[in-house]
């Protein structure tokens, strides 16, 4: 189906001086075959047959090359595969144009204004309108495009999946009527056959593109679990050791009170000391089986609190901005963990800044009742594939400076606590992390 409305290069077809034998109903003499037709058409139908697809994506390339085949092959002004979109519409997928030796675009076709032509589709093996301005079914398409585009036959075949219309392969003549032969039907079936083969594979193609998917993600998801497990059963035996080190530290910095220089390196073991338990809630947030104690919190009021020992984090080439709102944005949540979150957001927008630059941090009450927490930076920002693997445990891009649990502890945090998380980052421009957390009591 091809029209001057819809047709991108605005031809009107040729042929018109054919025009008053089609209005007293002349059809053109049908095309002489010629001795080697029959062997012309099976040649044809063995290209379709070779026609192949390795994934969805070249499910327009093998219509493209069949609309060509069939054109050719009947000797046909336009062919186009048109496909069902939802109940209202049907796209032109592919449109080939003889006369052009090349492809166009075509707008949609809206099903209520042909119902005659969509009704013969659904309930005829084909549609063979030797004058398609007379034609019952199609008639209707007369005034709207078929004068226009100067078609005047048309060998319309329904596409069929599972039984069901899904489409239909157009085969039209310009500039006069023609008397459409069984061959020329038998063979526009076939190459609709063919279409449906196709579509089929391509839908089954992605049904299995999906699976795998799914299957990829499962055992992604059982890899993660078996981390966490073994993470937790880490973190508790090493928490015990922390302790006890912490313990002795204490009692030998009282111990070295009158020795600074050594009071300096139990303080100094102290603090490692200090640094591994840390991490060790670290490691318990990611494997989930940290103790968690939520209260009703104010999130702004927990950030601004952080800000003094924020400051320390950044470099004095940094510039911490916050924004917070004047009415509290309250939630039901671990404190401790709330904090955990804007540290290692903050963090590691510190580290990618390396020459500096301003960090925002802000709390606001979103349209969907929800309390979010936004940090951005201006630095070196990340590429898609850093992106795709930025929240899994012990990814970083930081060398030996990084454990890679920071991002995946916030992951883990937030799934826990019943939000969500989105994260978007340009190389050269920078990240921005959004945090939205549920304020239903409930939760």
Known sequence: MSQNRRHSDGTHGNGASHANDCETGALAAKPKGMPDRR???????LNLARIGMATPEDLRRALEQAAQVSAKTLGVSHVG????????????????DTLQEGFRESEPLELSEYPA?????????????????????????????????????????PILVAGQLVGVVCHEQVGHARAWSTEDIDFATSVADMLAVLIGQAARLRAEHALDVQEELLAEMRRMEALGRLAAGVAHDFSNVLLAISLLS???????????????????????????????????????????????????EVVAGLMPLLETIVTSRHALALDTPEAPV?????????????????????????????????????????????????????????????????????????TGLGLSTVYGIVKQSKGHLELISTPGEGTTVSIHFPRNANN
């Open 39 to 45: 062997i012309r058409l099976e040649a044809a139908r």
């Open 330 to 402: 309250t939630l039901r949540a671990d404190r401790t963990q709330l904090e955990q979150i804007v540290m290692n957001l903050v963090t590691n927008a510190r580290d990618a800044l390396p020459d500096g630059g301003t960090i925002r941090v802000s709390v606001t009450e979103t349209e969907n009742n929800e309390a979010q927490l936004v940090v951005s930076d201006d630095g070196v920002g990340m590429d898609e594939e850093t992106q795709s693997r930025v929240f899994e445990p012990f990814f970083t891009t930081k060398g030996g400076r990084g």
């Open 81 to 96: 595969v048109w496909l069902l979109s939802g109940e209202t519409l049907c796209v032109c997928t592919v449109l080939y």
């Open 117 to 157: 032509y969509f009704e013969a589709l659904r309930t005829s093996r084909a549609i063979a309108a030797d004058d398609a301005w007379k034609d019952s079914r199609t008639r209707e398409m007369r005034a709207s495009y078929l004068e226009l585009a100067d078609v005047r036959a048309m060998l319309d075949v």
């Open 250 to 300: 204490q009692r030998l910095k009282l111990r070295l009170s009158e020795d600074p220089e050594g009071a300096k390196m139990a303080g100094n073991i102290g603090s490692e000391t200090d640094r591994g338990t840390r991490l060790v809630r670290q490691l318990l947030a990611f494997a989930r089986q940290e103790k968690t104690t939520p209260v009703f919190v104010d999130l702004g």
